[in-house]
Each structure stands twice: as C-alpha cells, then as structure tokens.
C-alpha cells in the first residue's frame, strides 16, 4: 500500500521561508499528479498546489500563487514545497496528497491517497 509522509513543517516568523517534503513509498506513483492542501482551524480544506506527475506543469492556489513553489522528483520518489514570504494566515496543517490523474488537479474528489499533515505556523 503506497503510503505519503510529510516533513518540514514548524514554527517560522512573518516573512520566513520553510520547504516541505513529501516521500511516497512506491515508485509506481511517479506516474501520478500529486498535490499540497492545507486546512486551518474551523475552516475548509483548501488547494495550495499541484504539480504533474513529471513536475513538468503545476497550478496553485490563488492565496499562494508567487509566493510557494511546488516540485517533484521521481528518483527521489518526493515532492516539495518551497514556501516564501509567509504570512499568519499561512498557518495550518499541510497535506501531501496523491492524486488518480497525470495532469494537475485542484479538486479533493481528483485525490485518494492522503498523508497525515505536518503543522505550519507563521507568526506575525
């Protein structure tokens, strides 16, 4: 069973930088988009990103369009998220997700496998 883990996150200041990762156990899920979500407290789960599965195309989120990078490396069997220019209302857990499509993907129905979050918290 492909599994999803994510790393990176923590406490950063206004305007800080943090990158997170994201390892997949299979190697057969380099064929696949994947995506960022994150959710914050008493709010939806909302898209920050996706990249496809070459890393070659990536959509974001309008919030954090700019600001945060997304990648992937299929040797690596990880995707990234370079995050620039943080702000409080940055702050949330973050999720790494796999989605059952090549191309970059927004909606939540497009993803099926789901890493447990890493927590981001930028203060202001």
């Known amino acids: 069973q492909v599994q999803l883990v994510e790393s990176g996150g923590g406490l950063v200041q206004t305007g800080g930088s943090l990158r997170l990762s994201c390892a997949y156990s299979s190697r057969t899920y380099g064929q696949y988009a994947m995506g960022w979500f994150r959710q914050a407290p008493g709010k939806e789960r909302e898209f920050v990103a996706s990249?496809?599965?070459?890393?070659?195309?990536?959509e974001y989120g309008d919030s954090v369009w700019g600001r945060f990078t997304i990648s992937k490396d299929n040797d690596e069997n990880k995707i990234y998220l370079q995050m620039n220019s943080l702000k409080p209302e940055d702050t949330a857990i973050y999720y790494c997700a796999g989605s059952t499509t090549s191309l970059p993907v927004r909606d939540t129905d497009q993803y099926h496998l789901w890493g447990q979050g890493t927590q981001v918290t930028v203060s202001s």
């Open positions: 990249t496809a599965w070459n890393g070659g195309l990536a």
